[in-house]
């Protein structure tokens, strides 16, 4: 394979090219999901292929194909170069690359148990008791049980001198009770944290313990009372943070979007170039991480698809904006010399782009209040599990955000469940208001699948964690019907 992907790049090299690189995958994904006592859904594909890049008068050109020869590689090569220069006549921003030098690595997830390995008959068999557990709730209408598998297995080679084994591996199971009555048609999720791990990471999972409550609280949703708009404060679960962090963090501190890159298709964001190691993003006690390194992270890996090494940086420190997640050629259209190694290319015949690391808040300071110290220091309050429905402007400032399971917090201590909770907010007042956060014993990653992002669209997987936390006084609004 490294033949073919030289033929690539000495072709590209030969044709004029001031930088190429080649890069081979191999994808591999099983999606199982079940409804009740069916398989209502199997898929296991595999696919792979060879895709060249080259970098002629600041503009890039990229060439992809199935065929695995040299000949076919050494053709990619020229036609990356061909388009490389057809780009730089129009191209209207000329992209430098940060500097870089070579290296030759291979890197492995934290993986035991190879999930493609495990026979399909005892996931399906698992999934189907998850069910059986869900249904033996008889007011539970439906119950859906879900298994994602994916491999990507990449080979990096540039003009640098660089070759790169790398292999990521994901897994996840979740599921979901639905339940029916009194005018309401409601679910409860199992909102398992996918990682990159084996077989071991499900069946470390409590899945068949946790699907009687998922059942129960499901139905406690039918008749739960609606709240009332007020200003509260709120006591927000990692299962829950991940989702506004993803959206009001993650989203807002990617550079090509602050560059404009992302407008016309998924916004802009409020955290200017300007705004760096001045502006207060959250309250003093709020630091966020990006970190492409973590164990089990999502986006963790050796070094992105530009070939320069991961790492972890802090994005908010003491409250205030510290950095962004760039690329080699973001990173210089804002001033900056270096990479935060975070392109990424979702599949053998896509482009590289930013894609954003794994984002965390950080667990509070020794001596922080454990959640049950949280919940008692409370007088009025919610307490706010798991992800329900959002919204959020283009410019990352103004949203709303859902629970999907939101418990009454009364005198320091949790009572009834509460349906259709809805909270707004702004950046950065919104996490300006954060004045509590629990220690690091109770610090939880969750991973998040699925983010869409590019033209054409690209998913990516990433990790999100915190531990719980409070914020005072915000805005309660009531879900539309």
Not at 146 to 165: E, I, N, P, V, Y
Not at 435 to 458: F, M, N, T
């Amino acid at each position: 394979m490294k033949k073919i992907l030289d033929a690539a790049l000495e072709t590209a090299a030969l044709d004029g090219a001031v930088y190429a690189d080649a890069r081979f995958g191999c994808f591999d994904t099983q999606v199982i999901a079940t409804r009740d006592q069916m398989i209502q859904h199997l898929s296991d594909s595999t696919e792979s292929g060879l895709c060249v890049r080259a970098y002629i008068d600041g503009a890039w050109g990229q060439a992809s194909g199935e065929l695995m020869t040299e000949d076919a590689a050494a053709l990619l090569g020229k036609r990356a170069v061909e388009i490389a220069r057809l780009s730089a006549r129009i191209n209207r921003r000329h992209l430098e690359l940060t500097p870089l030098t070579s290296y030759i690595a291979e890197w492995r997830p934290p993986v035991r148990i190879d999930p493609f390995s495990v026979p399909l008959k005892q996931k399906t068999d698992l999934l189907l008791e998850i069910n059986g557990r869900i249904r033996e709730n008889a007011s539970v209408q439906e119950a859906h049980a879900r298994m994602h598998f994916k491999r990507s297995h990449k080979l990096f080679a540039s003009t640098l001198g660089s070759f790169l084994d790398q292999m990521q591996i994901w897994s996840s199971v979740d599921f979901s009770a639905v339940a029916v009555g009194n005018g309401r048609f409601v679910s409860r999720d199992y909102q398992g944290s996918p990682r990159q791990i084996g077989w071991e990471g499900i069946e470390g999972q409590p899945v068949l313990e946790e699907a009687p409550r998922v059942a129960r609280e499901a139905v406690e949703k039918l008749t739960a009372p609606e709240p009332t708009e007020e200003r509260i404060d709120l006591i927000l679960l990692p299962s829950h943070t991940r989702l506004i962090i993803h959206e009001t963090i993650g989203h807002a501190l990617e550079l090509d979007r602050i560059l404009g890159w992302e407008a016309d298709y998924a916004g802009t964001s409020f955290a200017t170039r300007e705004k760096l190691g001045t502006y207060r993003y959250g309250s003093e006690i709020f630091n966020v991480t990006a970190d492409r390194t973590r164990d089990h992270g999502m986006a963790s890996c050796g070094y992105d698809d530009d070939g320069v090494p991961c790492g972890r940086w802090p994005m908010i420190s003491g409250g205030i904006l510290m950095d962004y997640a760039a690329t080699r050629d973001t990173a210089p259209l804002a001033g900056f010399d270096r990479s935060r190694a975070c392109a990424y290319a979702d599949n053998w015949s896509s482009f590289p782009i930013l894609r954003m690391p794994n984002v965390c808040i950080d667990p509070g300071p020794a001596g922080s209040p454990s959640l049950e110290q949280l919940i008692a220091d409370t007088s009025n309050g919610i307490l706010v599990d798991g992800m329900d429905s959002y919204s959020i402007d283009h410019q990352r400032i103004n949203f709303q955000f859902g629970g999907d399971y939101c418990r009454r917090i009364r005198n320091g201590r949790v009572e009834e469940p509460l349906y259709n909770v809805t909270y707004e907010g702004s950046n950065p007042s919104f996490w300006s208001s954060v004045d509590a956060i629990c220690g690091e014993s109770e610090w939880r990653p969750a991973g998040i699948y699925g983010c869409a992002k590019g033209q054409p669209v690209q998913i990516t997987a990433l990790t999100h964690g915190s531990s719980p936390l409070r914020l005072r006084n915000i805005t309660l609004r009531r879900q539309a019907p």
